[in-house]
């Protein structure tokens, strides 16, 4: 009898997992993004299968193109400073010691600028995939 209740017990939580894990519907903050691409969702059938796909892609790459984009920044903005504290520290020639600190700022400053170049890049080319998708999607709202 209670292996039976058991049984029942797991189909049911069973059931409503398998229900919340494979919804076909996205947060009001993931609709108000594809939304801000121009992609009118209720002209979409969301249980399409590859409809619902491109649409996480849309949202998945614009959100590590983002990422990149402001991981760039950031490297390329401490690229800068510590390339000039390196150049400033090491015109001044006050020293081995200064020459040490201007050397390890301006290598610094050099290699935060070298893989900062790679994060920019990557940037780019998740735009043009993220764009691709939108266009598709938004040519078929306007038809």
């Given at each position: ?54 649409f996480?892609?849309i ?31 090491l015109?001044?020639?006050k ?14 400053g ?8 790679p994060?920019f890049?990557?940037?780019r ?8 998708l ?5 040519m078929?709202?306007?038809?």
């Open positions: 009898m209670n292996i039976m209740k058991v049984k029942i017990l797991y189909l049911i939580l069973l059931s409503l997992m398998s229900n919340n894990l494979f919804s076909q519907n996205f947060n009001e903050k993931n609709s108000k993004k594809l939304e801000s691409f121009e992609i009118n969702l209720n002209k979409f059938n969301l249980d399409d299968k590859e409809i619902f796909n491109d996480s892609s949202l998945e790459l614009d959100k590590k193109k983002r990422k990149n984009k402001t991981l760039g920044i950031v490297l390329i903005s401490f690229s800068l400073v510590t390339s000039t504290l390196g150049i400033i520290e015109s001044g020639g020293g081995e010691i200064s020459d040490s600190i201007g050397g390890t700022f301006l290598g610094a050099i290699i935060s600028g070298g893989v900062s170049i994060l890049n990557s940037s080319k998740k735009k043009k995939k993220r764009d691709r939108v266009k598709k999607y938004k078929t709202s306007n038809i």
